[in-house]
Every structure is written in C-alpha cells, then in structure tokens.
C-alpha cells in the first residue's frame, strides 16, 4: 500500500472513531461543553467541517484559498466567528454538513501524491502531511468531544501520525511565538498502545522526550497540561519545546490548566 492509500485508510478509520462518539447523542448534548473554552460538541463538529470544506478549496483552487486567507483576519477571532455563524444549524445538520465535507475532502486527497504541496493557514504542506494534520485536527476534536462527554477513547496505532506531526512541528511552535530555535537537536522516544516504541530525531541527541505516545500526542496538541503527564524530558531543550508544543496551524494556543497539584 503507498503512503497516500495507508494515510487515507487511517484518516477514515479516525473518522468513524469521530462518529461513534456523535451518533448516540441527544440534540441537548450537543449543547454540552467541551474543555476548548467558550465551545460546545457542536462547535467541535461544525469546525472540523468547515475547514474539510476549506481543505476541499486549498487543494482545487489554491489560488482561490489563498485570495480567501487574505481577507479573514486575526485568526482567533474569525475562527470563533464561524463557530457562532454554524449554530443556527440543527444537530442532524451539523453531522450531515461534516459527514459530506469529509467525504469530499477524501475523494479530493485521494487524487493527491504525496508529494504535491498544499497552500493552509501555516507554511504550504506536502500532500501527505497535509492528510496527516486533517486527521491529527478529528483525533483531537474528538478528544474534546469525549471529554466532554466523560468517555474514555483507547489509544490506536493512528497516533504514530500525531506523534510524527507533532514532533516535525517542533520548529514551528517556537516560530509561532517569535522564539528562537534552539539548536540542540531533540529525540523523542514514545510507546505505542502494543508495547513497541516509536521514536524520532537523532538517535545520538542528548535531549529526549521519553513516554507514553498519548500523553505526547495529548501535549503536542495542548489538550492536556504537561504537568499532567507521565512524559520525562531529558536535557533543557526537549523541556522548553514541550511547554509550548503546538501540532497545530495558528496563532499560539492557550492550552489546558494543570489538573493535577
């Protein structure tokens, strides 16, 4: 299987994950909040689908893309805007409005390689990466879901995916914050739900993020404070890197508050 075909498989299969957790609800559930502060369920669904509409128009009509991300402004501003602007939709809308996007933006990805760059709302990506973050963006707005409805997900073999965008991202989180980057490389080496171990970066690097990989994949996309996970760092590097790890495109997130004293 090539890496598209593979890539494309999973981000289905983290699809119907999403789903499973959406189907059962009541229309008053999806007025529940999630820990993302001022959003419900339903905002986490109608975000995920407007931008599969969005990633739909940056892969046929980048041009277009880029024309319409010259116009929207502050980012966290026109983001929750759209939020608000999607909930004089209906429950059954909103599934409706996200089952269709995400199966348009799986048919256009399919006519990718993996290769091909894609404009976004950060740097331009790789085909593959950017199918990698449209599946790292439905695991962690599921994991808002599920958190605001108390259920507990077991972790897949699909956060290999989040754990390689989170880590490649290294650079970027000090980037979005106008840091620099330090020049000490960093390792990371996180076990996977079978046992196996995943690593990443320079098998001689001094500093290392060493764990489980749902804690790092739950750091690198700011829905867990680090101090509430079992993630050692070794070496001042992997520690300032950690504390603003950021997986995903945007201004620089806000994060959970620690739960734990």
Do not use: K, N
């Amino acid at each position: 299987m090539d890496l598209m075909a593979g890539l494309l498989d999973d981000l289905r299969a983290e699809t119907a994950s999403f789903e499973t957790l959406l189907r059962p609800l009541r229309d008053d559930d999806w007025e529940r909040p999630t820990p993302a502060e001022g959003w419900a369920i339903r905002d986490q669904v109608s975000h995920l689908a407007w931008f599969d509409d969005a990633a739909v128009r940056a892969v046929t009509d980048p041009d277009g893309h880029r024309a319409a991300l010259a116009t929207l402004g502050s980012a966290g501003d026109w983001v929750d805007r759209l939020v608000r602007e999607a909930r004089v939709r209906t429950p059954a809308g909103l599934l409706a409005w996200f089952r269709t996007a995400r199966a348009r933006s799986i048919e256009v990805f399919a006519t990718l390689d993996a290769r091909d760059r894609v404009p976004w709302y950060g740097p331009d990506m790789s085909a593959a990466s950017f199918v990698t973050a449209r599946l790292m963006e439905t695991w962690a707005h599921g994991q808002d879901v599920a958190d605001a409805l108390g259920v507990t997900r077991p972790p897949t073999a699909r956060l290999r995916h989040v754990a390689s965008i989170g880590f490649r991202a290294r650079p970027y989180s000090f980037a979005v914050r106008g840091l620099p980057l330090p020049a000490e490389p960093v390792r990371a080496e996180l076990t996977m739900p079978d046992g196996t171990t995943w690593t990443a970066g320079p098998g001689d690097a001094e500093s290392v993020v060493r764990g489980p990989v749902l804690d790092f994949c739950l750091a690198v996309t700011q829905r867990v404070h680090l101090s509430d996970t079992a993630l050692e760092m070794t070496g001042r590097p992997a520690r300032e890197w950690m504390e603003i790890a950021q997986a995903f495109a945007g201004p620089p997130g806000r994060g959970r508050a620690p739960v734990s004293g």
